[in-house]
């Protein structure tokens, strides 16, 4: 019985270190600098937001159209990400950059952040 309480008390401080360091982190440029601002806790887990390089968006009517390769994103290792994001779903980047959080292997969108015009 002693060992099962044990266990479970385990289980439970692992899981809660894993919810309480899951958040926002730092946004930083594709060079790694950091930008001063944190992206919102509601769209990052800690590695699924990036910077991504403006040549990878274009404006359309329709939406953002967002094209990236395998690498251009932590989340994109094996795969590419392709999709128009509608106007007024994004995201205002503070600095300019444009910016997306993707699940593994851009499976999920979380959140898109404009730049260009739109900060």
Same mark, same amino acid.
């Given at each position: ?6 266990? &479970? #008390?385990? @289980? /439970? ?8 360091? /899951? ?7 594709? #060079?790694?600098?950091?930008? =001063? ?8 887990? =800690? ?22 390769? /395998? ?31 993707? =699940?593994?292997?851009? /499976?999920?969108?979380?959140?898109? @952040? &404009?730049?260009?015009?739109? @900060?």
């Amino acid at each position: 019985m002693n060992r099962s309480l044990t266990f &479970a #008390a385990s @289980y /439970a401080f692992i899981l809660w270190m894993i919810v309480s360091t /899951a958040g926002a982190h730092e946004a930083t440029s594709t #060079a790694g600098q950091p930008l =001063g601002w944190a992206w919102a806790p509601e769209c990052c887990g =800690g590695t699924d937001c990036a910077i991504i390089p403006s040549s990878a968006v274009v404006e359309g009517p329709d939406g953002y159209r967002v094209t990236l390769k /395998a690498g251009e994103h932590p989340m994109l290792s094996t795969k590419g990400y392709s999709a128009v994001i509608p106007y007024g779903s994004e995201r205002t980047s503070p600095t300019g950059e444009y910016g997306i959080c993707l =699940g593994v292997e851009g /499976a999920h969108r979380f959140c898109f @952040y &404009a730049g260009g015009k739109g @900060y």
